[in-house]
């Protein structure tokens, strides 16, 4: 199956949470806080939104920061993704 996002959504697979701290303790399950960076899996095509003009600002592939409590969890085939709307990514990672 496949997720393909309309308007202005975005599908994100959440990059996995560290299982240890910079200076090496070992994190248990619950003490985890889920990483707000992801990697966009699918865009949607913009256009009219709300009877606003949108330009999608992000592709397939780039890694991107969104806001904490921003969209919808979605399980689809053993795998977990996020559905957002553009304007709730505030950042793309860049290398």
Sequence with gaps: MKL???GDKVVLSQLVAEETTK???VLPGQAK???QQAEVVAVGPGGMVDGKEVTMQVKV???VIY???AG???KLDD???IIVKQGDIVAIVED
């Design 4 to 6: 393909v996002p309309l």
């Design 23 to 25: 200076s090496g303790i």
């Design 33 to 35: 806080e889920k990483p």
């Design 61 to 63: 592939g780039d890694r």
């Design 67 to 69: 806001s904490k409590y």
């Design 72 to 74: 919808t969890e979605v």
């Design 79 to 81: 795998e977990e993704f």
